[in-house]
């Protein structure tokens, strides 16, 4: 699921001369640093494990290293670059340990001007360090997929990447690229792996911490939004450790029940935790989330439905504070949603799980992600009736169990990649879906004129070579059309013969990707929370140009844009489409697509 546990910290001064290996314990960090090895005074080519290896036992702290696990573990390789110099390393990764500590990262290159203990582009940031020199970074893994899903070259800068003074748990570089060409005019085929969905898995990480023995979880994406909320868990103190196939998380012995604040402020789902950490220990302490700019989307239904169940709750300093008023657990008891809120049925119903006595939730989210949810809760050992309806009954439970559990596949992407076949007038197929959880964008696009047909209980196959035509379309709560697949289907509609008009009734700032389809050439006006596409025979003809990303769905819009536009199409802010599409560049080159990621 995630990007190597390890990260190679380096500590350049003028030349290359460590590369620092560091355990997921900062009380060890020592050992870890004794094992650095000096790699000479001029840049260096360190070809294979064996010389790495006979490198770095060289010394006066071979011992150590030799004591921080290096064998049977597999290889990865680092490639770092500066003014056309290269260095390669092939260095071991530990398997078992988590993340590694990054530490001194510092300029390769320093000017006469500059003295050599001071590193350039560091500057305070919250008590941390921000790296702003340019290095790129190239991974190639010959891991298994579910570990590090990255089939060819990908190219990371770490222009961004935040380091404290004494190390961080990092797992992903802020950016994997500064931008993404399109090149359109290409038709796609073949067959596309879809993962597992993002909103669920966020969730099931969440509910991790009602669980006090060691959970499997399979088909967790890799993607920023997941790093981000297993940063999240280990800063509370949860075991997670990766194998080939699955995700190994261990919430027994949690050290903290406020998470990191910096992290929480970039994702919005991490707001889950409170949830079942006031629940499992009375008392939470939670940063008000981040997140896409899509629309204001309060807590204020998480924290009114905590209250429900026996919690004071109240906000200081952008922080929300709850605990249990008894000072033991919550109790059961009665809350209904004003609005059918995903994020507050979650939270709830994992707070409800271990609440003492019966929880009746009322106007609930219906969405598979949230069933999926439950599903895995039941499989924990929680007591939950009606998922997938409008009203859960809950069932408290002193604790919840070990499970071994495999997220559902992601639903958006899926429609995502209908999409795209539509967009280029392409046949391909996908799997695994879950067509039921399609049915809604699978409708649609029947209706716009594309052949879609299952092949078998977890595959489709789409055909849309025939003149497309316009089609209207409103966004609501599942099981009707999904506002995340919205920004996409605009793209597609400037595409169809006809004016369509989108309706967009959930989130009231989605429609902010429109100006950035305008500038492709796409004939769209829009009226608060509604968008007029003039189709391809009444204006709209799309042809690249710079555009920028402002949110994840958004993002991939553009990207189906570019595809459909004649020339080449350049999109900045692609840090976003990171956060929630698992590598959709490299999934759309193998289908035929003109990609490329620029650093």
């Given at each position: 699921m995630?990007?190597p546990?390890?990260?190679?910290?380096?500590?350049l001064?003028?030349?290359f001369s460590?590369?620092?290996?560091?355990?997921?314990?900062?009380?060890?960090f020592s050992e870890?640093?004794a094992?650095?090895f000096?790699?000479?005074?001029?840049w260096q080519?360190?070809?294979?494990?064996?010389?790495?290896?006979?490198r770095a036992t060289?010394?006066?702290?071979?011992?150590?290293?030799?004591?921080?696990?290096?064998s049977?573990?597999?290889?990865?390789?680092?490639q770092i670059?500066?003014?056309?110099?290269a260095?390669n390393?092939?260095?071991?990764?530990?398997?078992?340990?988590?993340?590694c500590?990054v530490r001194?990262?510092?300029?390769?290159?320093r000017s006469?001007?500059r003295?050599p203990?001071t590193?350039v582009?560091?500057?305070?940031?919250?008590?941390?360090?921000?790296v702003t020199s340019r290095?790129?970074?190239?991974?190639a893994?010959?891991?298994?997929?579910?570990?590090?899903?990255?089939?060819?070259?990908?190219?990371?800068?770490?222009?961004?990447?935040?380091i404290p003074?004494?190390g961080?748990?990092l797992?992903?570089?802020t950016?994997?690229?500064?931008?993404?060409k399109?090149?359109?005019g290409?038709?796609?085929?073949?067959?596309?792996?879809i993962?597992?969905?993002?909103?669920?898995?966020l969730a099931?990480?969440?509910?991790s911490l009602?669980s006090?023995?060691?959970?499997?979880?399979?088909m967790?994406?890799?993607?920023?939004?997941?790093?981000?909320?297993?940063?999240?868990?280990?800063?509370?103190?949860v075991?997670?450790?990766?194998s080939?196939?699955?995700?190994l998380v261990?919430?027994?012995?949690?050290?903290?029940?406020?998470?990191?604040?910096?992290?929480?402020?970039?994702?919005?789902?991490?707001?889950?935790?409170?949830?079942?950490?006031?629940?499992?220990?009375?008392?939470?302490?939670?940063?008000?989330?981040?997140?896409?700019?899509?629309?204001?989307?309060?807590v204020?239904?998480?924290?009114?439905?905590?209250?429900?169940?026996?919690?004071?709750?109240e906000?200081r300093?952008?922080?929300?504070?709850?605990?249990?008023v008894n000072?033991?657990?919550?109790?059961?008891g009665?809350?209904?949603?004003?609005?059918?809120?995903?994020?507050?049925t979650?939270?709830?119903?994992m707070?409800?799980?271990l609440?003492?006595g019966?929880s009746?939730?009322?106007?609930?989210?219906?969405?598979?992600e949230v069933?999926?949810?439950?599903?895995f809760?039941?499989?924990?050992?929680?007591?939950?009736?009606g998922?997938?309806?409008?009203?859960?009954?809950?069932?408290?439970?002193?604790k919840?169990?070990?499970?071994d559990?495999?997220?559902?596949?992601?639903?958006?992407e899926a429609?995502?990649?209908?999409?795209a076949?539509?967009?280029t007038?392409s046949?391909?197929?996908?799997?695994?879906?879950m067509?039921?959880h399609?049915?809604a964008?699978?409708?649609?696009?029947r209706?716009?004129?594309?052949?879609?047909?299952?092949?078998?209980a977890d595959?489709?196959?789409?055909g849309?070579?025939v003149?497309l035509?316009?089609?209207d379309?409103?966004?609501?709560?599942?099981?009707g059309?999904?506002?995340?697949?919205?920004?996409?289907?605009i793209s597609?509609?400037?595409?169809?013969?006809?004016?369509?008009?989108?309706e967009?009734?959930v989130?009231e700032?989605?429609?902010?990707?429109?100006?950035?389809l305008r500038?492709?050439g796409?004939?769209?006006?829009?009226?608060r929370n509604?968008?007029?596409i003039?189709?391809?025979n009444?204006g709209s003809?799309?042809?690249?140009?710079?555009?920028k990303?402002?949110?994840?769905r958004?993002?991939a819009?553009l990207i189906?844009?570019?595809?459909?536009?004649?020339?080449v199409?350049?999109?900045?802010?692609?840090?976003?489409?990171?956060?929630?599409?698992e590598?959709?560049?490299?999934?759309?080159?193998c289908?035929g697509a003109?990609?490329e990621?620029?650093l």
């Amino acid at each position: 699921m995630m990007l190597p546990s390890p990260f190679c910290s380096i500590n350049l001064n003028g030349s290359f001369s460590n590369l620092v290996l560091a355990r997921n314990d900062p009380s060890r960090f020592s050992e870890a640093n004794a094992a650095a090895f000096a790699a000479g005074s001029d840049w260096q080519v360190i070809r294979t494990r064996a010389t790495f290896l006979e490198r770095a036992t060289k010394g006066s702290h071979s011992a150590n290293l030799r004591n921080s696990g290096f064998s049977g573990i597999p290889v990865y390789r680092t490639q770092i670059t500066r003014n056309g110099d290269a260095l390669n390393a092939d260095f071991e990764a530990f398997t078992t340990t988590g993340t590694c500590f990054v530490r001194n990262l510092t300029e390769a290159y320093r000017s006469r001007s500059r003295s050599p203990e001071t590193p350039v582009g560091k500057r305070r940031y919250d008590g941390r360090l921000t790296v702003t020199s340019r290095f790129k970074l190239v991974l190639a893994s010959q891991v298994a997929r579910s570990l590090l899903p990255i089939s060819v070259l990908c190219h990371v800068s770490i222009q961004s990447a935040i380091i404290p003074a004494q190390g961080v748990i990092l797992s992903l570089p802020t950016e994997l690229g500064k931008s993404i060409k399109v090149t359109g005019g290409t038709t796609l085929s073949g067959h596309v792996h879809i993962s597992g969905s993002k909103n669920s898995a966020l969730a099931v990480l969440a509910a991790s911490l009602c669980s006090t023995e060691e959970l499997y979880l399979r088909m967790v994406p890799n993607i920023l939004d997941t790093q981000r909320m297993v940063q999240v868990l280990r800063s509370l103190g949860v075991q997670i450790r990766e194998s080939s196939s699955c995700l190994l998380v261990d919430g027994s012995n949690l050290t903290s029940v406020e998470p990191c604040s910096q992290t929480v402020k970039k994702l919005r789902a991490s707001f889950f935790v409170i949830g079942p950490l006031v629940a499992r220990y009375g008392e939470a302490v939670v940063d008000l989330p981040g997140g896409c700019t899509i629309g204001a989307r309060p807590v204020d239904l998480h924290m009114r439905g905590l209250k429900a169940l026996g919690a004071d709750v109240e906000v200081r300093q952008g922080k929300v504070y709850a605990h249990a008023v008894n000072g033991k657990r919550l109790t059961g008891g009665r809350f209904h949603l004003d609005f059918p809120s995903v994020g507050a049925t979650e939270t709830l119903m994992m707070a409800a799980c271990l609440a003492d006595g019966k929880s009746v939730l009322s106007n609930v989210a219906q969405e598979p992600e949230v069933v999926d949810l439950a599903r895995f809760l039941v499989s924990c050992g929680a007591r939950i009736q009606g998922a997938g309806t409008s009203t859960l009954i809950i069932d408290g439970m002193k604790k919840l169990h070990g499970t071994d559990f495999t997220i559902i596949p992601d639903r958006i992407e899926a429609g995502t990649f209908l999409i795209a076949a539509a967009i280029t007038r392409s046949s391909i197929s996908l799997s695994p879906v879950m067509p039921s959880h399609l049915a809604a964008i699978i409708d649609k696009l029947r209706a716009i004129g594309c052949s879609i047909h299952q092949l078998g209980a977890d595959a489709l196959w789409i055909g849309s070579s025939v003149p497309l035509r316009s089609s209207d379309v409103s966004t609501r709560p599942y099981p009707g059309f999904p506002t995340d697949l919205q920004p996409q289907l605009i793209s597609l509609l400037a595409t169809c013969c006809g004016q369509s008009i989108v309706e967009e009734t959930v989130f009231e700032n989605r429609m902010a990707h429109v100006e950035e389809l305008r500038k492709l050439g796409a004939q769209v006006t829009f009226l608060r929370n509604k968008a007029i596409i003039n189709g391809s025979n009444m204006g709209s003809f799309l042809c690249g140009a710079p555009v920028k990303a402002g949110d994840l769905r958004a993002g991939a819009a553009l990207i189906l844009a570019g595809m459909a536009a004649e020339g080449v199409t350049c999109i900045k802010g692609v840090n976003h489409i990171d956060r929630g599409y698992e590598r959709i560049d490299e999934k759309l080159c193998c289908l035929g697509a003109n990609i490329e990621r620029l650093l």
